[in-house]
Antibody, heavy 125, light 110 residues
Framework: EVQLVESGGGLVQPGGSLRLSCAAS????????MTWVRQAPGKGLVWVST????????YYADSVKGRFTISRDNSKNTLYLQMNSLGAEDTAVYYC??????????????????WGQGTLVTVSS | QAGPTQPPSVSKGLRQTATLTCTGN????????AAWLQQHQGHPPKLLSY???NRPSGISERFSASRSGNTASLTITGLQPEDEADYYC???????????FGGGTKLTVL
């Protein structure tokens, strides 16, 4: 069974940092791009960042560029999101998701599937 | 990075057909297609359709996706109470090199 389990969320003060992890199992992790998506309370889905299967290509939303860093450890089947300079606008549930393609830009049969259960990040003093 | 436009809400009756739309531009939906996701309150999203309009294994045939020009559509036939959820489209923007989501449509089954 394909499974993604996020961890690392919590309460952090404005300006602080947090590192999220996403442990993957049930599929060949090295063959697929991985993505982080967030959802603020009561709001829609917002793409955050994507990394290709090899880690050689990374993509970021403008709102997090320069503050967040996506990475992966293919030997540990784990995806990461290092978040720095956090602000209240970063408060959200953060989901990791697997793409059906090795490329960060996807392919014709792309789609984020499956998704983890999410981890809540709250930025507040 | 504004994403495709989706109507905020759609209401249809039980056993009726609902068609949800996702309107982008020639850099995203128009040349990349769109995937569709369903999200029930309190749960993570679930993929209903890949960008090429194919369904993942286990997704009901009542869900079908298509595209015409810059607009992608998700048609749900024989509406059931469990279809009441939020629906999102997602696509790659080839000019901006970013993924984008539509704002989502809340489907109410009356």
């Amino acid at each position: 069974e394909v499974q993604l389990v996020e961890s690392g969320g919590g309460l952090v003060q404005p300006g602080g940092s947090l590192r999220l992890s996403c442990a993957a199992s049930g599929f060949t992790f090295t063959s697929y791009a991985m993505t982080w998506v967030r959802q603020a309370p009561g709001k829609g889905l917002v793409w955050v960042s994507t990394i290709s299967s090899s880690g050689g290509s990374t993509y970021y939303a403008d709102s997090v560029k320069g503050r967040f860093t996506i990475s992966r450890d293919n030997s540990k089947n784990t995806l990461y999101l290092q978040m720095n300079s956090l602000g209240a606008e970063d408060t959200a549930v953060y989901y990791c998701a697997k793409d059906n393609s090795p490329y960060g830009s996807g392919s014709d049969d792309s789609g984020f599937d499956p998704w983890g259960q999410g981890t809540l990040v709250t930025v507040s003093s | 990075q504004a994403g495709p436009t989706q109507p905020p809400s759609v209401s249809k009756g039980l056993r009726q057909t609902a068609t949800l739309t996702c309107t982008g531009n020639s850099n995203n939906v128009g040349n990349q297609g769109a995937a569709w996701l369903q999200q029930h309150q309190g749960h993570p999203p679930k993929l209903l359709s890949y960008r090429n309009n194919n369904r993942p294994s286990g997704i009901s045939e009542r869900f079908s996706a298509s595209r015409s020009g810059n607009t992608a559509s998700l048609t749900i036939t024989g509406l059931q109470p469990e279809d009441e959820a939020d629906y999102y489209c997602s696509t790659w923007d080839s000019r901006l090199s970013v993924w984008v989501f539509g704002g989502g449509t809340k489907l109410t089954v009356l």
